[in-house]
């Protein structure tokens, strides 16, 4: 076993996983594995690896869901390593926040270029995957949201929204802004939205929702979380 930097493989192919392992920790790199999509989630919340290499094909779920929930919390790189060799796909991908696409079958000289590429463009500090402010604890690795310790179920909808002002913790984001991340260009106009949804994040979130002090408005501009 190697002190050099951590890479987690997420395959569902053992002998890939293998063949991997035996190829890294020649080049000085700390091996760790996953072989499905939440164990992966999971082991990069635990363990922090510098560098995910990722396949699209996964049994319990899509390696875009996989790259999507990553995204949520953390800039670690990821590369995606997969038979799918469609434009679109790779597309999406790094779209959606993937470092680098490398398709199957692969050069290892190759796949190590790329790995030091992600390294170096890597961000040097990075989001922890459990959020707490005052009373209320957001785990982004398994979308877990509690308050006083209790879980408070959100819509799909309230937990983008208070993802998004997690990402943007202590800064002030405009309507225009909230509602383009969340809902999409086209519906930038929709002010009545926020007022609906804040409202409706408020009463699971604060002490007293009609004195927040969690979730902030701006008047006339947006909506910012304490910092």
């Not at 500090?125 to 402010?133: K, Y």
Request: net charge negative.
């Amino acid at each position: 076993m190697t002190d050099g930097p951590q890479v987690l493989i997420v395959d569902d192919e053992l002998q890939i996983r293998r063949f991997l392992r035996v190829s890294l920790e020649a080049n000085g790199y700390h091996i760790h594995e996953a072989d499905n999509g939440q164990d992966a989630i999971n082991k990069t919340a635990q363990l922090r690896p510098d560098l995910v290499i990722l396949d699209m094909g996964l049994p319990d779920m899509d390696g875009m869901e996989v790259l999507n929930r990553l995204r949520e919390w953390t800039k670690i790189p990821v590369i995606i390593l997969s038979v799918r060799d469609a434009d679109r796909d790779k597309i999406a991908a790094l779209d959606a926040g993937a470092d680098d696409y490398l398709t199957k079958p692969f050069s290892t000289d190759e796949l190590l270029a790329r790995i030091r590429v992600a390294q170096r463009h890597a961000q040097p500090q990075e989001q922890t995957a459990v959020f707490t402010l005052g009373n209320v604890q957001v785990d982004f690795s398994r979308r877990i949201v509690t308050r006083n310790g209790e879980p408070v179920k959100l819509t799909p909808t309230e937990y983008a929204l208070l993802r998004l002002l997690i990402q943007h913790s202590g800064k002030v984001l405009t309507h225009r802004q909230i509602l383009k991340e969340v809902w999409g260009p086209e519906y930038v106009d929709e002010l009545h939205y926020l007022r609906v949804y804040f409202a409706q994040l408020r009463q699971k979130l604060e002490d007293d929702p009609t004195l927040p002090k969690l979730i902030l408005t701006e008047p006339g501009v947006g909506y910012r979380l304490k910092s």
